[in-house]
């Protein structure tokens, strides 16, 4: 990944094509709505959190692969401090002193070469990190000459690094692979569909609810709709990946439509557990940055794997 290749690559300009189509078609809707006198005011807040957003992500993969996991590797810290806010957490610098150092070290072995094999990424340190720190963040206690209330924070700054930092940071560890912009601009566009196809089918079709204790809004049409378009996308999308056999346009679209969901469900359990709405208000619209990139967790490290196993990161 770099400025030159993606001028030169046919996939970026085809999303970019893709993308400012559907920003023009959207705003174009909503300014019609807006002129025959229809309330669009909490869906033009969101349409103009992606004018936002959408400029810095094609912006940033556009820049090349450093940029790249670096602002993976910012989203994943900044994802964590709400977290660690939201739970209090944050108050303890100890631990979240560990995650942050931790988190950006995936960063730092995800843009360094393999010693051994020349690759870039250092894949083996990247899979070995969560020993080292859960080990470190289970043996700070001890350091700390402390037991009173260390087990939940303990548990929290664990949670914190592994699903906030390690799986999503496999966002950004594809962008070592041979068919980095592929992979990336699907799974940013597919996952981002997935949870409009959802929230579309749940509204026009949406009876009974999914999960009514964990999110009430979500519904069994909502759900078993943003499978059906996920499954489909891999297959309009095929030009991300051309490599990919009829087996894993199939797996490509049941993770981001079953993992999508799951990766939605879990912050909205969190959230509600500890009784927030939202994780933060960094994005208009939006909510925080893991309101946004939530989804993206179980995506991401499942479909790298995946890659991975079935063709290699080349």
Do not use: C
Not at 74 to 95: C, I
């Amino acid at each position: 990944m770099s400025i030159e290749l993606a001028i030169n690559s046919a996939v970026f300009l085809r999303y970019l094509v893709i993308v400012g189509g559907l920003l023009l078609f959207a705003g174009v809707v909503l300014g019609s709505l807006r002129l025959a006198g229809r309330n669009v005011a909490s869906p033009l807040r969101t349409y103009r959190g992606w004018l936002v957003m959408i400029p810095i992500v094609l912006g940033t993969l556009f820049l090349g692969r450093e940029a790249t996991i670096l602002g993976v590797t910012l989203l994943a810290a900044v994802g964590f401090r709400e977290f660690a806010r939201a739970t209090g957490l944050y108050e303890d610098w100890w631990m979240t002193g560990v995650v942050y150092v931790a988190i950006f070290a995936l960063g730092a072995v995800s843009l360094v070469p393999d010693p051994r094999l020349g690759s870039p990424g250092w894949y083996g340190f990247f899979m070995a990190t969560p020993v080292f720190v859960i080990a470190l963040i289970l043996f700070l206690p001890v350091v700390r000459n402390r037991a009173k209330g260390e087990l939940q924070k303990v548990a929290l700054a664990i949670l914190g690094f592994v699903y906030f930092g390690w799986m999503f940071m496999h966002l950004g560890f594809l962008a070592n692979t041979t068919n980095a912009y592929g992979y990336l601009l699907f799974l940013v566009f597919a996952v981002e569909i997935n949870d409009v196809a959802a929230y579309t089918f749940g509204r026009l079709f949406g009876k009974r609810r999914l999960r009514e204790r964990i999110s009430p809004n979500k519904t069994l049409a909502g759900s078993v709709g943003a499978v059906a378009v996920s499954l489909v996308m891999p297959w309009l999308l095929w030009f991300s990946f051309p490599h990919f056999n009829t087996a894993m346009l199939v797996l490509t679209g049941l993770i981001v439509g079953v993992g999508g969901q799951l990766g939605d469900l879990v912050i909205s359990y969190i959230k509600r557990d500890i009784g927030i709405k939202d994780m933060g208000a960094a994005i208009q619209g939006h909510g925080g940055i893991l309101d946004r990139v939530d989804s993206m967790i179980f995506v991401a490290p499942i479909f790298f794997h995946t890659v991975r196993w079935f063709s290699g990161m080349g």
